[in-house]
Every structure is written in structure tokens, then in C-alpha cells.
């Protein structure tokens, strides 16, 4: 079997990997392979225990690899020869290439310290149709759950289940909920809107063990706390996928991703890696990062596309830029950049600004929602390093917005110069409208 471009994985990463190069190279031939039959939608993962109410609702349909030409096939690539270009299966096909690209994804992780954490309803949160319908299965009949873990899919895992009438306590070990991704001041406001619907939090403890006899009874917490519990979830972060490429020999970094340049390529220059196998680096810091989103990894795959037959030096990627956003009920949050706290620890002298106004206007306007904006700014030059929004469901927009404001290198005087449109029913006013006003709080400071 012969392809020019071989992809290895079909989720996001891989799926824009292979559609952008075959529209940047239309006369070369296209080959997905990934081990599933059917891919989930990465982010959509929480919403199948709640609001989606099925797996069968999240799937990523391959008609959009079809329409463009690209072939798909089922299965698993047990080896790659560097040097020969050829990939073999576990079904004995080997398939030569011209180019490949890694996008092998991530896989739970479950420390090797967790006690118990092999028991029965002890569940993790994999991309994988299988195991997903069947954790929705054995969850049906769980009454108390305990989420570990305080991120954003933990939080999201967590909502999601209390809407199915379940008693959910969500631990972390940070002082707070969403800790990485929101200084304190936006963190608590999740927090409070997660209480109020029901959710028990216990932050700033970790999880010492898992209890139970075959199957899961509770949780015992480091501060000697016991929790009940017919189902634990274990949200505690995902570790690069990278065992097929380190047995093929190419270069891992320490942190344990598969190495690249801004192009997207290895040391190999045919053999390209992206979304969460591969390498990053913080857009602002230059350390490397360890953000895992479907989001990053399409952008990736969109430079690596681009880039396979031909380097462009305008179509790199200059670093990661952690944008996330989420919603508790009809609450948006979203962050982009920098924290405060993390800026200030890498040693940036900053100026902060926040605004709070409403996402609508008039305010007589029903669904109006409070808005909150913070911005972080590099006091030396005024260049945005960071940016927390909370507010309607409109937020997810301004979080990008944000993110744009961030990779440009915009300063707070392009901010009050910006050109933006409004519309009472879809944003602020224009008179108040939140990148602006907060910018206008940071100026005076500057």
C-alpha cells in the first residue's frame, strides 16, 4: 500500500492535518489511519453524561474526509522504518510514504501512587467510544459521585452529572477550582456558581487513596477525610501519546513529547508531529508547556498541512497560547494568555486592569448577564500578556478575541484605537464595550 501523505490518529488534529494539506497539495494522495471506528468530538466528551444524553450524539463524521478526497482506513500502526518510509499495521499491511504525520493524541494519566484507582467504577476520561458508553452505562445506577480533579473537564464532567440528579464532589489539590487557567478573584465566581447548583467542592486537598473492595466504596482525602462514593472520576491530566514515535526513534523531549520545530516537523524534515504528542512552547514565555487542546492541536495541524512539501516562513507557530473557555449554566468563562499570578512568577512587571459591565444592551434586555473582564499588561510596553472574561455565552467569542489581541502583540493603545461592531442582542454596548473600557482602566495606570 502507497500513500505521499500518511496520517497516523483521526481526531482533530489529525482530521486538520489531513484536510488542510490536501487543500494546500491537491495532487497528493492521502491516507488517515486511526485505530477507532468512530471518533468523538474531544470537547464534547463532558456533555455525553449530561445535556447530549448519548455518545452516538458526539461523533465526528467522516463524510469531511471523504469529500475532499482523503482515504480513511481502521487500524493500528504497530511500527515505523525512518528510513525505508514504510509503516506496518497490526493486521500486517505496510503502507509507504512521502511525508507522515504524527497524531497519535494523549491518554489519561492515572498516577502510579493512586491507590485503588484499578477498581470497579473507578473511571478515567478517555477519546474512546467504547470505553465512554459503557462508563455511561455503570453510571446510571451511581447515586454518589467524586470528581478529582478541577479542571476544566472535571468541572465540566462534574455540572454535567449533577444535572442527572447525582451527588457530585469535585476535589482539587490547588487552592481553587480552574486554578491554572484564572487568577482567584474569576475562580471563586466559579466555584460559587458550581455550589449553588449543587456541587460539593473540597479545594486545596488532594486525594490520598481510593476506597473499596473490588469495587469503589469512597475516597480518603490527605487530610484524613472520607468521602462517599458508588463511582470516582479521575481527572488529573492526560500524558502525550508518544510510544509508537520513541520506538521509531525519534527525538522525545524531556517533558515526554514528541519534538518539533515551528513547522511542525521533527528532526526528521518528512515526519511532522502535532496537537497533544507534540512539543510546545508558551507563546509569551518560551518555556515548554504542557496545554493539551483540541483548539492547539488544530491550529498545529493546520501549519503542518500547510508546510509539508513546501516551508513557508509565514506559516509557523510562534508558540502556544492557552486560550480556554467553558460555561457553568448560562455562565461563560473564558481565559487567554497569562495569568496574573503566573506573570508576576515569571518575573514580568505588569499592570492589571478589570471592567464589569453587561453582555447586551439596553439592560432591560432579557438573558442580560454581568460581564467581567481582566486584563494583564506588560507595563514597560502596554502589550497584552493575558486576558479572563466571565460572563453570558458570548464569552467564548471575546476569549478569542483576546487570544487574537495576545499573538498579534497588540498593546493597550491599539485596544483604544480598535474598530469593533455591536448589536444590542449579541453584545455590549458600544458606549461600554468591555476589551475597550478595561483598556481605558489600564491606560490611566500606565
Known amino acids: 500500500m502507497k500513500t505521499d501523505v500518511l496520517v497516523i490518529g483521526g481526531s482533530a488534529a489529525g482530521i486538520v492535518a489531513a484536510v ?27 456533555y455525553v453524561f449530561g445535556s447530549l444524553d448519548s455518545i452516538d450524539k458526539n461523533i465526528i463524521p467522516d463524510s469531511g474526509l471523504a469529500k475532499t478526497g482523503i482515504n480513511l482506513k481502521i487500524g493500528q500502526v504497530v511500527s515505523i522504518d525512518q528510513d525505508q518510509k514504510v509503516c506496518k499495521t497490526d493486521d500486517g499491511t505496510e503502507i509507504s510514504f512521502a511525508k507522515l504525520v504524527l497524531a497519535t493524541g494523549s491518554t489519561p494519566l492515572v498516577p502510579k501512587w493512586l491507590e485503588g484507582a484499578e477498581l470497579e467504577n473507578v473511571f478515567v476520561i478517555p477519546k474512546n467510544k467504547v470505553y465512554l458508553a459503557e462508563m455511561i452505562t ?20 462534574s455540572d454535567e452529572l449533577n444535572k442527572r440528579e447525582k451527588e457530585v464532589t469535585l476535589v482539587e489539590i490547588l487552592p481553587n477550582i480552574l486554578g491554572l487557567a484564572f487568577d482567584k478573584e474569576l ?14 467542592i473540597k479545594a486545596g486537598i488532594g486525594v490520598k ?45 524531556e517533558e515526554g513529547f514528541i519534538g518539533v520545530d515551528e513547522y511542525m516537523r521533527t528532526r526528521n524534515p518528512d515526519i511532522f508531529a ?16 504542557v496545554v493539551m487542546l483540541a483548539s492547539t492541536a488544530c491550529a498545529e495541524a493546520r501549519v503542518a498541512g500547510m508546510n509539508l512539501y513546501k516551508l513557508s516562513t509565514l506559516k509557523t507557530l510562534s ?11 448560562n455562565t461563560g468563562f473564558g481565559a487567554a494568555g497569562l495569568t496574573e499570578t503566573v506573570a508576576k512568577k515569571e518575573g514580568f512587571d505588569v499592570v492589571t486592569g478589570t471592567f464589569e459591565g453587561i453582555d447586551r444592551h439596553p439592560g432591560t434586555l432579557s438573558d442580560t448577564h454581568k460581564q467581567v473582564i481582566k486584563l494583564i499588561v506588560a507595563k514597560e510596553s502596554g502589550i497584552v500578556l493575558g486576558g479572563e472574561v466571565m460572563g453570558g455565552l458570548s464569552v467564548g467569542e471575546l476569549t478569542n478575541l483576546i487570544g ?12 483604544l484605537t480598535a474598530q469593533i461592531g455591536t448589536h444590542p442582542l449579541l453584545t455590549a454596548a458600544p458606549t461600554a464595550y468591555p476589551l475597550i473600557k478595561v483598556a481605558e482602566v489600564i491606560a490611566k495606570n500606565l
Open 20 to 46: 488542510t494539506g490536501k487543500s494546500s497539495y491537491p495532487d497528493k494522495e492521502f491516507l488517515v489511519i486511526r485505530k477507532e471506528k468512530q471518533a468523538v468530538v474531544p470537547c464534547g466528551i463532558p
Open 138 to 157: 455503570k453510571l446510571t445506577d451511581c447515586k454518589k459521585v467524586v470528581t478529582v480533579g478541577g479542571g476544566f473537564i472535571g468541572v465540566e464532567m
Open 187 to 200: 475562580a471563586v465566581e466559579a466555584e460559587q456558581i458550581l455550589k449553588n447548583r449543587g456541587i460539593k
Open 209 to 253: 487513596e481510593i476506597l473499596g473492595d473490588k469495587k469503589v466504596s469512597g475516597v480518603l482525602l490527605n487530610n484524613s477525610e472520607k468521602i462517599e462514593a458508588d463511582a470516582v472520576i479521575l481527572s488529573m491530566g492526560y500524558r502525550p501519546n508518544i510510544s509508537l514515535a520513541e520506538k521509531s526513534g525519534l527525538s522525545i523531549t
Open 274 to 289: 502535532v496537537g497533544d504528542c507534540a512539543e510546545k512552547r508558551d507563546f509569551i514565555t518560551r518555556k515548554h508547556s
Open 319 to 329: 508558540g502556544t497560547i492557552a486560550i480556554f473557555c467553558t460555561a457553568i449554566g
Open 404 to 415: 487574537l489581541v495576545i499573538q498579534n502583540r497588540m498593546s493597550i493603545n491599539s485596544i
